[in-house]
């Protein structure tokens, strides 16, 4: 469990510690359309700057299916999108009710990598399964890396979050699945905790959040 005695303020990444995503499904299908090297190109640790540029806003959804329809001319723009998001998934309701329990003691906020496929893609997802827009109004403010224009670890899109909100980063915790983000959020002086695969966001907050030791 967590120690928020001296916090008042959680910033939560989405994708793999609230809504859950398998990269090696992208990763099948892009292969299964001839994209052999696809793992040299993206995966949760790295990825070349097509997928970066994307992910920050610099590019535009026309030019990165572009690209990628070039190196896989067998296969059609929505082929190539169906591929880039099969890796998302489902938002269990117990992670909704979770932010919910948390946001009547805390500011809450979400930072998350993504790009403008991907978000209309996992709000369908959810839409579908929730009353409309409960993820974003889940949070005092969302911040999306294609929107803000920059992207976990750089050190500028947490400094971002702390000083549009007022928030004081001792104060201040962040949660994400992937260690390299881990250190950016440190750099800017948050407390920040590196959620492990097998560990449901959930189990953290077990003394504010009962139903977490049913997981």
Same mark, same amino acid.
């Given at each position: 469990?967590?120690?928020?005695?001296?916090?008042?303020?959680?910033?939560?990444?989405?994708?793999?510690?609230?809504?859950?995503?398998?990269?090696?499904?992208?990763?099948?299908?892009?292969?299964?359309?001839?994209?052999?090297?696809?793992?040299?190109?993206?995966?949760?640790?790295?990825?070349?700057?097509?997928?970066?540029?994307?992910?920050?806003? *610099?590019?535009?959804?026309?030019? @990165?299916?572009?690209? /990628?329809? %070039?190196?896989?001319?067998? $296969?059609?723009?929505?082929?190539? !999108?169906?591929?880039?998001?099969?890796?998302?998934?489902?938002?269990?309701?117990?992670?909704?009710?979770?932010?919910?329990?948390?946001?009547?003691?805390?500011?809450?906020?979400?930072?998350?990598?993504?790009?403008?496929?991907?978000?209309?893609?996992?709000?369908?997802?959810?839409?579908?399964?929730?009353?409309?827009?409960?993820?974003?109004?889940?949070?005092?403010?969302?911040?999306?890396?294609?929107?803000?224009?920059?992207? *976990?670890?750089?050190?500028?899109? @947490?400094?971002?979050? /702390?000083? %549009?909100?007022?928030?004081? $980063?001792?104060?201040?915790?962040? !949660?994400?699945?992937?260690?390299?983000?881990?250190?950016?959020?440190?750099?800017?002086?948050?407390?920040?905790?590196?959620?492990?695969?097998?560990?449901?966001?959930?189990?953290?907050?077990?003394?504010?959040?009962?139903?977490?030791?049913?997981?």
């Amino acid at each position: 469990m967590l120690d928020l005695n001296d916090k008042e303020n959680i910033i939560f990444d989405l994708g793999g510690v609230l809504l859950n995503i398998d990269y090696e499904l992208t990763a099948k299908a892009f292969k299964k359309l001839g994209l052999s090297s696809f793992d040299d190109l993206y995966s949760q640790k790295r990825q070349t700057g097509l997928f970066d540029q994307f992910e920050k806003g *610099k590019i535009t959804k026309k030019t @990165f299916l572009s690209e /990628l329809t %070039e190196v896989i001319p067998e $296969a059609s723009e929505e082929d190539v !999108i169906a591929a880039w998001n099969a890796m998302l998934l489902d938002l269990p309701q117990h992670r909704i009710e979770l932010l919910m329990e948390l946001g009547k003691a805390f500011r809450i906020f979400l930072l998350s990598n993504t790009n403008e496929i991907h978000e209309a893609a996992f709000l369908k997802i959810i839409d579908q399964n929730y009353p409309e827009n409960v993820l974003y109004n889940s949070f005092e403010r969302v911040y999306l890396s294609h929107r803000i224009g920059f992207r *976990k670890p750089d050190r500028e899109c @947490f400094q971002l979050v /702390l000083d %549009e909100n007022g928030l004081a $980063a001792e104060k201040t915790i962040f !949660i994400d699945d992937s260690i390299q983000h881990i250190e950016g959020a440190q750099s800017a002086g948050i407390t920040a905790v590196h959620l492990e695969r097998h560990v449901d966001v959930s189990q953290l907050f077990a003394d504010r959040f009962p139903q977490a030791s049913r997981l």
